[in-house]
């Protein structure tokens, strides 16, 4: 199944990405010091699917990470693309986990964000094998495949290697091969 953009619905550009590297990582993939080149190769690629697409029919979906989730979603927002944010775990404790650790430009941009749109928290299925950014991935790729006559891209801010664990952008693309969605690589080993 190949979700094209010849679909009649709506078209959804689920995003996964590195987060920001925190001080110190042992091997860099997303230094701090990229995110201006990283912001500006998103909304390159946003703008290249509203000219192959047209904005009225585009959704964004993504989680509210430090980096790339939010560099996405702020595009979203710049380009006026409804988007979704999808958390693993309520509010504060996502942010706890995922976006603080960025700082607190990341914590407010976050919160502007969560104000701004829509968001989903993921009802973490406890009999589940897989963890809570599994299931998260899971379900932002399966909310965008349900849709009848939905078109589906997968960007992903990305280095092209294993994660820190598992859930991370690795999953999402071998998610999204399996679901035959387009896959767009932004690849962060360009911005090092």
């Known amino acids: 199944m190949n979700r094209a953009a010849d679909t009649e619905g709506p078209y959804y550009i689920v995003f996964s990405g590195h987060r920001i ?3 110190g990582r042992s091997k860099p993939r997303f230094p701090a010091t990229t995110e201006s080149a990283a912001a500006e190769m998103i909304d390159a690629a946003l703008q290249a699917e509203i000219e192959r697409i047209g904005s009225e029919r585009l959704q964004g979906i993504a989680s509210g990470a430090n980096g790339g989730d939010i560099l996405f979603l702020e595009a979203c927002a710049a380009h006026g693309i409804p988007a979704t944010i999808c958390l693993a775990l309520p509010k504060d404790e996502f942010v706890a ?16 964000l969560y104000e701004q749109m829509p968001v989903q928290v993921l009802e973490h299925d406890e009999a589940s094998s897989m963890n809570v950014y599994q299931q998260t991935n899971l379900l932002m790729l399966e909310d965008a ?3 009848d006559g939905a078109g589906v891209t997968v960007m992903v ?36």
């Not at 995922?98 to 502007?112: C, H, I, K, L, Q």
């Open 21 to 23: 590297d925190t001080p």
């Open 97 to 112: 986990a995922s976006v603080a650790d960025g700082g607190d430009d990341w914590v407010e941009r976050f919160g502007r």
């Open 145 to 147: 495949l349900s849709e």
């Open 157 to 192: 801010l990305w280095d092209g290697g294993a994660g820190d664990g598992a859930g991370g952008t690795m999953d999402m693309v071998q998610r999204a091969d399996k679901a035959g969605a387009r896959v767009i690589h932004l690849d962060t080993n360009d911005l090092l």
